[in-house]
């Protein structure tokens, strides 16, 4: 089984510029939830989707967001970049977002902001 | 809200040595705990988790944890420790069944193993 593939795995933005990055889960999986890990900060939860409805928010502006398409994909977004959004993002899939589920991660999209 | 602590965010040991890296939780609800690593450039990988069956949990790479309520402790351990477990090793804690997947991670333990 292919694992949780993230899309593109580098990215440089400026500031003040959007973008968006691509979680595709593993095969079967239904949650998808996204993590930002900077070096400050940590791994921090952005949020949850299941069966394409947010279901969990972390501490986040408005400026991050996200959806899940029908084939359980995900892309998350982020408005008018900030030097502070430059992290690692990382994907998780599990199977029904249970919380004793395992997650799998994706390799991250590590994102630069200029 | 839940919460984890890392002690030490750099350990060291020699090849062949013990490894132990000390995880300690808060949770006003019965936890379930994870243990991943990261290395270089990629993702976390789980190593471990506890989910209330047993208090002893075994791992891959010969890792295993051991859930100590009293002490609200999860400590990582591997009996002799092999060049290529150097990585970075977080703990993890669930926030409830009512939050779904969501996880708060430690601040993560660097594991370096000198020659």
């Known amino acids: 089984k292919a694992g949780v593939t993230q899309t593109p795995r580098y990215l440089i933005k400026t500031r003040g510029q959007q973008v968006t990055l691509s979680c595709s889960p593993i095969?079967?999986?239904?949650?998808v939830s996204w993590y930002q890990q900077t070096p400050g900060q940590g791994l921090q939860f952005l949020f949850e989707?299941?069966?394409?409805?947010?279901?969990n928010k972390g501490n986040f502006p408005g400026r991050f967001s996200g959806r899940q398409f029908s084939n359980s994909r995900s892309e998350m977004n982020v408005s008018t970049l900030e030097l502070g959004d430059s992290a690692l993002y990382l994907c998780?899939?599990?199977?029904?977002?249970?919380?004793?589920?395992?997650?799998?991660f994706g390799p991250g999209t590590r994102l630069t902001v200029l | 809200a839940q919460s984890v602590t890392q002690l030490g965010s750099h350990v060291s040991v020699s090849e062949g040595a013990l490894v132990l890296l000390r995880c300690n939780y808060s949770?006003?609800?019965?936890?379930?705990l994870f243990w991943y690593v990261q290395y270089p450039n990629q993702g976390l990988q789980l190593l471990l988790k506890?989910?209330?069956?047993?208090?002893l949990v075994k791992g891959i790479n010969g890792f295993e944890a051991e859930f100590k309520k009293s002490e609200t402790s999860f400590h990582l351990t591997k009996p002799s420790a092999h060049m290529s477990d150097a990585a970075e090793y977080f703990c993890?804690?669930?926030?409830?069944?009512?939050?779904?997947?969501?996880?708060?991670f430690g601040e993560g333990t660097q594991l370096t193993v000198n020659p």
């Open positions: 998780a899939s599990s199977i029904s977002g249970r919380a004793l589920d395992t997650q799998y």
């Open positions: 095969s079967g999986h239904r949650s």
């Open positions: 989707y299941f069966s394409e409805t947010q279901r």
């Open positions: 949770s006003s609800v019965p936890p379930y």
């Open positions: 506890y989910t209330s069956a047993a208090t």
């Open positions: 993890a804690v669930s926030e409830g069944e009512t939050s779904g997947s969501r996880l708060t």
